[in-house]
RNA sequence: GGCCCCAUCGUCUAGUGGCCUAGGACACCACCCUCUCAAGGUGGCGGCACGGGUUCGAAUCCCGUUGGGGCUGCCA
């Protein structure tokens, strides 16, 4: 039977790179088996979901290249879950309980015990009304074990389960209880998600064969899924990533200009490596490649250093041609838009394509070439202009430029030559003039730049510098 | 507090009892190249958390300790 796989993510904020992680495993290993992928949009908290978040995973996933094969909303589906709860309350496996966290607390407090249900409302045969949610009875005794095709057999004692809330007192059901009636009715085969989950999976399990046990005419869940917990992507501090706290939304990197096969090829290091041992694959070679029971068990550093490296080397890698259409959609954005001519750009974009490592650094390295007058870095002109001979130099430079043949290579050789009269050395003899005409100290290199500036821009930039000392 | 997971260079990892004097990648450092910055080349720094076992032999297996993380929500 082909594998069935769901990624189900909940849209209460943007969607980060762990996510994608997560995302991009269930895709590979339903890929490679011939499964099906169902993307799940697990929105039945109505108070914190948000329908632009809904349409960022939409976008992420799409920009990343992983496609699903079925779509659904829990919040499309509440009647679901509301006959589980139902079938559940009636089979004496679910109880109503009108217990406040406070109440709860208190409790705890007084005993003297662990925080957590003590099991308070389970035999006061409550009805269902305001103010009561509906908890899972959960045993007493015996062991639930998690077959995890990551981490092998994980043992929970049954005693250490406090009864879950499954229904809220506002009537809609908490995700555990959604999640094991959608996997059921979705037939999935194997749940693959963050490792975040794997202490709450002995319910999700209980729950199951309650549902089973039930006996309910339809909806009956078979053959429970094997899981594989997949190990969650930290931040800096080890911590599993916050939607709040870290700049890790996917979009923020296709902003960046970041590439999408670059991304993927990242995230996947992130946890899994080829049999091969190497390091950059498409996904096609992963497709081929995966498999769960080669997944890591321990969490994983995001590390943007090592993605701008990848990056880098894949922008390098692109023709001329597909770097200048990449290029494109970021130029049109800048604040001198109106100013960007993709022709003049392409002269240079070999240039810059081995400078940058990421798409939105590469028109704004050489707007020095589009606007009328160079963009001036003060610390780079304090710098280069602050040498006592700047001034001299960019006046022999100047007047060796009047009459050559405005090439490159030419103008290089005078230029250099014209600092050595002033026993300047070549390095010092470039720098004024790089900032006179670029406005910094760093930048693609000058001649083939001033061969495209052209003289006259050129001249006139040197004057105007000359101006300012 | 309870339960659970995890533990190889700074980071991501290879390693599944002898091939390990522990390999690669990113980062970092040095040098070469060089009009700046990159790119490229060469070299370098750097790790099996600790303690006990098991074994002829352990990064690899077992136990413990320590450390980190997660869950313990009418979030997912």
């Not at 006996?215 to 053959?223: H, I, L, N, S």
């Not at 490592?357 to 963009?375: G, I, N, Q, R, T």
């Amino acid at each position: 039977m082909a594998p069935r796989l769901r990624f189900a993510p909940s849209p209460t904020g943007y969607f980060h790179v762990g996510g994608a992680r997560t995302a991009l495993y269930n895709w590979a290993f339903a890929r490679q088996q011939g499964g099906t992928l169902i993307l799940r949009i697990e929105d039945t908290d109505v108070e914190r979901n948000k329908e632009e978040w809904v349409e960022g995973i939409y976008d992420a996933m799409r920009w990343v290249g992983l496609t699903w094969d079925e779509l659904y909303r829990q919040s499309e589906r509440m009647a679901l879950y509301e006959a589980a709860a139902a079938q559940l309350e009636a089979t004496g496996h679910a109880y109503w309980c009108d217990c406040t966290r406070g109440d709860i607390d208190a409790r705890a407090k007084e005993r003297g015990g662990p925080p957590g249900y003590d099991g308070h409302c389970r035999d006061r045969g409550l009805r269902a009304g305001d103010g009561r949610a509906l908890r899972f009875r959960t045993p007493d005794d015996g062991v639930t074990v998690v077959h995890d095709i990551i981490r092998g057999d994980v043992e929970f004692p049954n005693a250490t389960l406090d009864d879950p809330i499954i229904v809220r007192s506002n009537g809609t059901p908490i995700f555990v209880l959604a999640n094991v009636v959608d996997d059921a009715d979705m037939r999935i085969t194997h749940v693959v998600r963050s490792e975040e989950h794997l202490p709450t999976t002995p319910k999700y399990i209980l729950l199951w064969h309650a549902l089973r046990a039930g006996g309910g005419a339809e909806g009956r869940p078979g053959e429970l899924p094997v899981f594989a917990h997949c190990p969650v992507v930290v931040n800096e501090q080890r911590k599993k990533l916050s939607k709040r706290r870290d700049p890790v939304a996917l979009e923020l990197y296709r902003d960046e200009g970041y590439l999408p096969e670059v991304m993927v090829n990242y995230l996947a290091l992130i946890g899994w490596s080829p049999p091969d041992g190497r390091e950059r694959f498409t996904l096609e070679e992963m497709v081929r490649d995966f498999r769960l029971e080669d997944v890591g068990r321990s969490p994983g550093f995001f590390d943007v250093k090592k993605l701008r490296a990848f990056n880098g080397d894949a922008i390098r890698a692109m023709t001329v041609d597909d770097f200048v259409a990449a290029v494109e959609p970021f130029a049109v954005q800048l604040p001198w838009a109106d100013q960007f001519d993709v022709d003049r750009f392409r002269t240079v974009a070999p240039l810059v394509q081995e400078r940058v490592e990421v798409l939105s650094e590469a028109a704004p390295m050489v707007d020095f070439l589009f606007l009328d007058e160079p963009v001036v870095d003060e610390a780079a002109w304090a710098k280069a202009m602050g040498d006592e001979q700047a001034g001299a130099v960019l006046d022999a430079v100047a007047t060796s430029w009047e009459s050559i043949e405005w090439r490159a290579d030419v103008i290089g050789e005078v230029t250099l030559a014209a600092g050595e009269p002033l026993g300047l050395s070549r390095k010092k003899a470039q720098a004024p003039v790089r900032v006179a005409i670029t406005g910094r100290s760093v930048g693609p290199p000058l001649w083939e730049s001033l061969e495209l500036l052209g003289r006259e821009p050129a001249l006139a930039r040197l004057r105007s510098a000359r101006a300012r000392l």
